[in-house]
């Protein structure tokens, strides 16, 4: 139940009820439970450990009443803009673009971070906090609570639990699986292995952490950890992440076990949000090492299962100039693979990611649409193909001309990759 207090000229709703599910609509619909304060100035969300989690100036040079910072559990500002709403939904599959504050190969991006107004929001919001709370008197005892806390949690401590959480995991999560976007990347991350198999040359969020298992002690001592950390708020996650860089790789056994386990500590039937998801990184070689009757278990596991492969390209000179050590003939059966098993599990679906560049072989593009488009008898609904911009930190929507062509004639739905770390 939400209770809402009117004091002077500020209006805190407690424990307001945003959507239990993530939906895809051109105004802000925000999910879960939160605390809402709003006053002249601006307006704020809590959690309910009462960290913040999203804020926007109510000023005029604020560009756009829906656009908004979001804070992120790797304490992140990423700033959601409409874009305008010029081809952001259809470059990303989704209605708000994320604006992120390190580098990243969006194509798409503006600079909200350099606007004073944004600057001022992400460096004041504590102090405006502060203030407001020092304008206020005779308050209730749920609103002397609700500032206790969340003027406690100040950015230095914000900080230090985000570091807490890396430490939990064992390290930063450096990439999340563009899947992720479908629950807004809110997911508990969870390690069940740690690196991947092939170190590709081209890639920049590799580690040099050759492919190991997690032990079943160690992640059960990570779900234990993370059930704290999340705290009250865990009630808003209905989602995890299995890293690192390739989860699928995993033994089966382990993959299913850290699933159903997490489904259970982490009390995901009893989530705010509605349906689970998981989501994973896979490669050629583990898609290709799981037998029929993996999927057929992983299948049944609760939620619906993201697994997304680095294809990355079908021409051999590609992936020889890229450095991923694998054949082209490799690509092309692991894609087929996956067309096969998105048809045939209903709660899994393999997306894939291909690498897109203006200086790439003519033959990576041709190889790329004999597989997304000519292979594909019909228009799919299911089994997204990521392209991933090779630039970092240079938006360039003069490309966006030829994604939009290979989009156009893409069978399968097809999106720009934007990496988020968390
Ligand atoms: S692209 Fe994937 S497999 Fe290759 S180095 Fe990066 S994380 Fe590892």
Known sequence: MDSIYTLNNCRITCNKPGSPV????SFPVHCGLFTELETEEFIFHFNLNGEIIRARLKSRDWVHPHEWLKRT??????????GGYTGVFEATGEYYLPNLQYPTNNLLGGRPFAR??????????????????????????????????????????????????FSIIGNRISVLPPDARHVDYNLIPLTISRGCLYKCRFCKVKNNTPFTEQSEKRIDTQLMRLKKFYGLNIKNYNALFLGEH?????????LRRSIQKAYEIFHFADSYINETCIFLFGSVTSLQNC???????LDILPGKKYINIGLESCDQETLERIGKP??????????HLIQDINEHFSSLEITANFIFDENLPE??????LELIRDSQKHVKPKGSIYLSPLKFDSPARKHLFAFN????????????YIIQRL
């Open 363 to 368: 033959n990576h593009y041709i190889s790329m």
């Open 291 to 297: 037998s029929e009757s993996d999927f057929q278990k």
């Open 22 to 25: 993530y939906t895809k609509i």
């Open 246 to 254: 390739d989860g699928l790789q995993t033994s089966p056994v382990l």
């Open 405 to 416: 062509r290979l989009k156009t004639l893409s069978r399968l739905p097809t999106y720009l």
């Open 326 to 335: 694998l054949k082209a003939r490799q690509v092309k059966e692991a894609f």
């Open 116 to 165: 004073k107004e944004v600057k001022y929001l992400v460096n004041h919001w504590h102090e405006m906090l502060v203030k407001t709370y020092r304008n206020l008197d005779n308050c209730p005892e749920e609103i002397e609570m609700f500032f206790q806390q969340t003027i406690s949690n100040s950015p230095e401590i914000l900080a230090e639990k985000a570091s807490h959480l």
């Open 73 to 82: 559990d790797g304490n992140d500002w990423v700033y959601y803009s409409t």
